[in-house]
């Protein structure tokens, strides 16, 4: 199983930028399976951001990103989005995407496959 995120970079706040996270085929081999991102700050834990399950699309959100982020997914090109959008410098970190075999989790040990992270950096 691969993931592999792309889209990160340096923005200022306010502005908006969408991470990609393609992953092979056989990751979305089952029909409940999900996609979650999560964001790691230096010096902090990693923590939850949003998921989706990869069949019905429903989606969870960390509080601190509702109404400001967006998850999507495209079947067909096997891919998750995470667009961001109003962007503040609490958001700077390391986001990673990840994929369980089961519904979407706000919790990181629930996944099993990993991918390497894209950095964002949010400039105040």
């Known amino acids: 199983v691969q993931l592999v995120e792309s889209g990160g970079g340096l923005v200022q706040a306010g502005g908006s930028l969408r991470l990609s996270c393609d992953a092979s085929?056989?990751?979305?081999?089952?029909?409940?399976?999900?996609m979650g991102w999560f964001r790691q700050a230096p010096g902090k834990e990693r923590e939850f951001v949003a998921a989706i399950s990869w069949s019905g699309g429903s989606t969870i959100y960390a509080d601190s990103v509702k109404g400001r982020f967006t998850i999507s997914r495209d079947k067909q090109k096997n891919t998750v989005y995470l667009q961001m959008n109003s962007l503040k410098a609490e958001d700077t970190g390391v986001f990673y995407c990840a994929t369980r075999d089961n519904f979407p989790s706000y919790t990181d040990f629930d996944y099993e496959y990993w991918g390497q992270g894209t950095q964002v950096t949010v400039s105040s």
């Open positions: 085929e056989r990751t979305f081999s089952r029909y409940d399976s999900a």
